[in-house]
């Protein structure tokens, strides 16, 4: 009588893990069938042809679905790993959001003399933001908006550092569109569409990790991280700029993967030890910054297609990417090794 | 505790429930606000026996699909009996502060 409503809905819940699916299939099937069905057959038999999960419902599902997917404490093993992977991908994206939105309120306030302190700024420094439509005030905004993203989601307030983000994404977005109508920006124009979607839309979406069930953040740590990653990568680089040394720098998605290949390498010894049991999450955390730095960098390669220079030099910075990620990645695969899944519900007689 | 979990766990205080007993008992303890999707029904009651507040009480045939019935644990009873204390204080502050008269009511705090 149920058959074809009920193939509908089994078709839904194939979104969920296996584990889950063999724990809770039968009972889901069964509550959704009885929110359905009459008991009258020819009111049940029109409604197993015509009725289907509703939009509500699929999206209900489908939510869970992450939720288990991206887990937290009580999951197995596996998407254990994989939810404290992207959780941690999420902050490190985020975290070189909030030092490039500390760099670019850095140097707006340097060259408009607002830091006395600081000799008078280089001309190159002088307009710190993209032209076009959006005005000035919309750019300084989104570089606080990043920052504020960034401290709400090591703070916990997943869902409020989700939307700040979601419209710190927005300004970029015109921008592109902008570019993209006018040709204001020289074609193909592959790089900066893909900085929008890998590097902008990519971790706000990756942001839906950030669930009730997922564990608590070490916020001292993260919080630090904000004004060391500025000392150790921003203050660097805006020294070389003013001082004229820039010429030999990598591009910004070279210099991702040069920093994504660093922090590799500093992750090595903790996985040789063997000793840190959270190695493996963070081997998996790397090799998921590493797909998102080389997906960035391939892209952006587009840009320098009359440059056989840059292509190279390009090339050489995937090499080097492969080369850190593969010290890191028979451990990513190690610490998805699956466990037994928690134990079904009792034999009930 | 969120209001989800509060009004699954109030639905099983009256007695064990299946799945969607507990969704339709949900919807009138809520006077219709809460309207329970399936998937975010098993997401909570996945979570609370995890948690050790409700577990499995039988299994009965009905219309060749078995429904699973769930009861409140011990510790749910208690965990429940905190949360409702709460919020009824919580509605008893409101209600103070509105200027309303009448005892307070823990459904009015969902």
């Not at chain 1, 063999?22 to 009885?34: H, I, P, S, T």
């Not at chain 1, 929110?35 to 197993?48: H, Q, V």
């Not at chain 1, 439509?133 to 869902?159: D, E, K, N, Q």
Request: glycine share 8%.
């Amino acid at each position: 009588m149920s058959g074809n409503l009920e193939r509908r809905y089994r078709r839904v819940l194939r979104l969920l893990p296996g584990w889950y699916r063999q724990q809770w299939e039968q009972d889901m099937v069964a509550a959704f069938l009885d929110g359905w069905l009459t008991g009258d057959p020819e009111a049940d038999e029109y409604i197993t042809k015509a009725a289907g999960p509703s939009w509500a419902e699929v999206a209900s599902v489908a939510s869970l679905a992450v939720r288990l997917y991206l887990g937290g404490a009580g999951t197995p093993r596996r998407y254990f790993a994989w939810g404290q992977a992207v959780r941690g991908a999420v902050f490190a994206v985020t975290l070189v959001q909030a030092v490039l939105g500390l760099d670019m309120l850095v140097q707006t306030a340097w060259s408009r003399h607002l830091l006395s302190w600081l000799p008078a700024p280089p001309a190159s420094m002088v307009a710190a933001t993209p032209g076009g439509v959006l005005p000035p005030a919309v750019w300084y905004l989104m570089a606080c908006a990043w920052i504020v993203s960034f401290v709400t989601l090591v703070r916990g307030h997943y869902r409020a550092a989700q939307i700040i983000a979601a419209l710190a994404i927005l300004p970029d977005l015109v921008r592109l569109l902008e570019g993209q109508v006018t040709g204001l920006l020289p074609a193909p124009y592959v790089g900066p569409w893909a900085f929008w979607v890998l590097l902008d839309f990519a971790p706000v979406l990756a942001m839906v990790a950030f669930h009730r069930d997922a564990p608590p953040t070490a916020r001292r740590s993260w919080l630090l991280a904000l004004p060391t990653g500025y000392l150790l990568v921003g203050l660097p680089l805006l020294a070389l700029q003013v001082t004229g040394n820039t010429a030999w720098l990598p591009d910004f998605s070279g210099l991702y993967c040069v920093l994504v290949s660093l922090a590799c390498l500093v992750h090595v010894p903790r996985v040789w030890s063997g000793h840190d049991a959270r190695a493996g999450v963070w081997s998996l955390t790397l090799t998921l910054l590493a797909a998102d730095a080389g997906a960035y960098r391939i892209f952006s390669i587009a840009d320098y297609w009359h440059d056989p220079h840059l292509i190279n030099v390009s090339l050489a910075e995937l090499l080097i990417l492969l080369v850190a990620v593969a010290l890191v990645a028979p451990d990513a695969v190690r610490a998805q090794a699956p466990t037994p899944a928690p134990p079904p519900h009792p034999r009930l007689g | 505790m969120t209001g989800q979990a509060f009004f699954v766990l109030t639905a099983l205080a009256g007695g064990p429930r299946h799945g969607y007993g507990i969704v339709a008992e949900v919807a009138e303890l809520s006077r219709g606000r809460v309207r329970l999707k399936i998937g975010s029904l098993y997401g909570v009651l996945e979570r609370l026996s995890a948690e050790g507040l409700i577990e499995p009480d039988r299994e009965e045939a009905h219309d060749g699909r078995l429904r699973r019935y769930y009861r409140l644990t011990k510790d749910g009873r208690g965990a429940l009996a905190e949360e409702a204390e709460l919020r009824a204080a919580t509605a008893r502050v409101v209600r103070a502060r509105l200027g309303l008269a009448g005892p307070a009511t823990a459904g009015a705090a969902g």
